[in-house]
């Protein structure tokens, strides 16, 4: 039961501890404890992340910081699955019938997940106004709408790049509501069956998964309209950059058609598995290019790279840690987005068809991507500090060294 999916069409001994709706709830859940911790550390930075992405602030210093209430919604929506995946195992026992038979029980959690996020429990959820920014913010961003930067643009940007890390969780949840409502191709029609991921046909759930990098595109692409029509374009450049960012989102597409194509034919195709190895490592060394130069600013790919004014390869302003820590996240960002090359070895082509190795991959992606928020709002910090703070009032590299780290870590 543990072994090629391809060959057993049973439930393997990981869905039946876990199945795929309490995975993708449990995703879901971490990314809103990950952006606790993001606000919270960002916060002891002095970096006003609700600022930056014009986040309705607090009316009164009596109220809980904005990192506290998403603590507080994180663990009412932990504490709630914990409740009702211990009830599915005290049910099932592991038994394979009994765990595709009580399949409404996991659905209901992610129905209760949903529901927290869009019906106003001020005792346990999100503020109000936070919550209705967050479902407006979505709700613009899922039509190709983009905010002015007066309104949140910054906000709309970083939601959306979660999005394109979520593709594959968004997927599943797809899958899941398809085989609760449908069933898959064994017609048990249960969302704790073995998932197929062809269900709803061939072409949804590529769609589906496409869906994030699109919108980001669209909003490259509104951004490059944006300038050109600037009064001062020659401030603000011909809007080069934002093509080449749109670019960047536009290499998932073919990544997501072959590996789609190469789903579809049982057998396997030479000449397509090149292509889509081809057009993956396109796709993770430009993101990687991406993340590193424009993204977070850094100089290792530039000729200033070893300036004396700041450690190699970085910039002079840090803000989140010592330069060691930036060197340790650009290689993990490397690695972390490169994680389909285990498919190019024939001993670990088979692990990644596994479920629990499914999860992994999603969850490593989904901690990659909340890594790269730090830095990515720290840049954005800095780029907007720069232009209303005197150079006297930025915080450098030397107020991170010695004895401050000591004294907050």
């Known amino acids: ?103 409404w029980l996991p659905m209901t959690n ?21 919550r209705g920014r967050l479902l407006q913010t979505l709700r613009r961003i899922s039509v190709g709408g983009f905010a002015e930067a007066k309104d949140g643009k910054f906000g709309d940007i970083i939601l959306a790049d979660v999005l394109t890390s979520y593709a594959k969780v968004l997927a599943d949840l797809f899958v899941c509501v398809c085989m609760f409502l449908f069933g898959g191709r064994d017609g048990s029609g249960s969302a704790t069956a073995r998932p197929d991921r062809g269900c709803g046909g061939a072409v949804l759930v590529p769609l589906i998964m496409a869906l994030p990098s699109a919108i980001r595109l669209r909003q490259c692409l509104i951004e490059f309209v944006r300038v050109r029509r600037a009064p001062y374009r020659e401030a603000t450049g011909w809007g080069g950059q934002h093509l080449a960012n749109a670019a960047k989102y536009s290499t998932a597409f073919p ?40 993204d977070w600013d850094l100089t290792l790919f530039s000729k200033d790279r070893d300036l004396p004014d700041h450690p190699y390869g970085l910039r002079r302003t840090l803000l989140v840690h010592r330069p060691g820590v930036y060197y340790a996240v650009i290689v993990m960002d490397l690695v ?55 150079h006297d009032d930025m915080v450098l590299l030397d107020d991170y060294q010695g004895n401050k780290y000591e004294d907050e870590d």
């Open 336 to 390: 972390l987005r490169c994680t389909w090359m285990i498919k190019l070895s024939p001993r670990m082509d088979q692990f990644s068809d596994f479920e629990s190795s499914i999860f992994l991959i999603q969850f490593l992606e989904v901690f990659r991507r909340w890594v790269w928020i730090f830095f990515r709002v720290e840049t954005e910090w800095i780029r907007t500090s720069v232009t209303s703070l005197g």
């Open 110 to 130: 992610l129905l209760v997940v949903a529901v927290l996020f869009c019906v106003p429990l001020r005792r346990f959820s999100l503020p109000h106004a936070g």
């Open 255 to 294: 990544v997501i058609v072959l590996g789609a194509m190469l789903r579809a034919r049982e057998g396997g195709s030479p000449g397509l598995f090149r292509a889509w190895v081809a057009a993956s490592l396109l796709n993770s060394l430009y993101s990687f290019y991406w993340d590193v130069a424009k």
């Open 1 to 103: 039961m543990d072994g090629d999916p391809a060959v057993e069409s049973g439930l393997d001994s990981f869905s039946l501890t876990f199945p795929l709706p309490y995975r993708v709830a449990f995703i879901i859940i971490l990314a809103v404890w990950g952006w606790g911790v993001n606000l919270h550390f960002l916060y002891r930075r002095r970096i006003d992340v609700p600022a930056l992405i014009r986040y309705p602030g607090r009316s009164s210093p009596a109220q809980i910081t904005h990192h506290q209430s998403t603590y507080r919604l994180a663990s009412f929506l932990s504490l709630t699955s914990a409740a009702s995946i211990l009830t599915f195992w005290l049910f099932t026992r592991r038994d394979p019938r009994r765990v595709i038979d009580y399949d």
